[in-house]
């Protein structure tokens, strides 16, 4: 495992500032320092070191999938050669379709499966073509494959931040 | 919200922002002038679209995307076989540990999974047993081994 970086008092203050997200200013790493009571360039420094140790992954707008159309979703899960899986697992990643791609351990015999790529598309029919082109492209290093659409959701939280009261 | 927008909720410059945007921004003084140039509208009109995009649903949020695990939580996917007939009273069990951070029934024999996130790793072992030692069913457990770049982006 990949060491924690250490965040100090300050970082946190600047994660928990912007954590509902930026203030919509064409400025706002310097609004972000009025409230903090920090120089805009302090701000800034932190938040590319968070980022380019990996606690922010990027900046950015989240778009609403529903909202845009893309209303269906499956839970692909792919049984791969282990000698082929990093490669494969980072070819389907990359692919536009897919918002989240793991590795993960099977548990045999329930579960043969070691890549699960979450697969979406405006119908149940786009997901459906979508896992027969993945299908297509990982070809005989794949031993088997299933999809699991979601049929309620039971409990949702935010995730609470590590270290946090 | 689950509905989709009408077509014409979002014009040309509304989607360019949608689509430039879920690419990083940089960290900068005027973060928003590269995608303004691009848009051809000046930085105020950004970020006044922005809010609008925000306000009509169009968009979830937008600021910074933690890697939660970077943070310094353990966090884990867990799957359970439940029988039809006991299936309400494990998820009232289950959705009772504050560790269970969101929880989805999903259409297969494993019918039930759910995301374990706690503070340290081994916090999550536990968790786990005192689910199977409640419900007398098997939590089966896929922590993430590796996890690969992503090229999704939502085309508006």
């Known amino acids: 495992m990949t060491p924690v970086p250490t965040l100090d008092a300050t970082d946190r203050r600047i994660l928990k500032a912007t954590a509902s997200g930026l203030p919509l200013t064409p400025h706002p790493f310097e609004e972000v320092g009025r ?8 701000v800034i420094a932190r938040m590319q070191a968070m980022q380019d140790d990996g606690v922010i992954r990027r900046v950015a707008l989240a778009p609403n999938h529903y909202a845009l159309g893309l209303s269906a979703n499956g839970m692909s899960v ?31 015999p329930d579960w043969p499966y070691n890549l699960f790529a979450m697969l979406h598309g405006a119908t149940q029919d786009e997901v459906e073509a979508k ?26 939280t935010g995730m609470r931040f590590a270290g946090e009261g | 919200m689950r509905a989709t927008l009408p077509p014409d909720a979002l014009d040309a410059t509304d989607r360019l922002l949608i689509n430039r945007l879920q690419d990083g921004l940089p960290l900068t003084h005027d973060p928003f002038a590269p995608v303004a140039r691009a848009a051809g509208i000046p930085e105020t009109e950004v970020v006044d679209r922005i809010a609008a995009l925000r306000e009509i649903g169009a968009i979830t949020r937008f600021g910074p995307f933690l890697d939660a695990e970077a943070m ?85």
């Not at chain 1, 409230?35 to 302090?42: D, H, K």
């Open chain 1, 131 to 156: 896992r027969a082109e993945l299908a297509a492209l990982l070809g005989t290093a794949c031993r088997g494959h299933d999809i699991l659409y979601s049929t309620r959701i039971l409990k949702k």
């Open chain 1, 35 to 42: 409230w903090l009571v920090l120089p805009e360039n302090e």
């Open chain 2, 72 to 156: 310094g939580g353990a966090f884990c996917l867990c799957a359970m076989a439940v029988p039809a007939d006991r299936f309400d009273e494990v998820m009232t069990l289950v959705n009772a540990h504050p560790e269970v951070a969101h929880n989805y029934e999903r259409r297969h024999k494993l019918n039930m999974w759910f995301v374990l996130a706690c503070e340290r790793p081994e916090e999550i072992a536990d968790a786990a047993q005192r689910i199977e030692g409640q419900t007398g069913l098997k939590v089966l457990r896929f922590p993430k081994l590796k996890e690969f770049f992503i090229g999704f982006r939502v085309e508006a």
């Open chain 1, 78 to 108: 792919w049984d791969l050669a282990d000698d082929q899986a990093d490669a494969l697992g980072a070819q389907v990643g990359a692919l536009p379709f897919v918002s989240h791609c793991y590795l993960r351990p099977r548990a045999l």
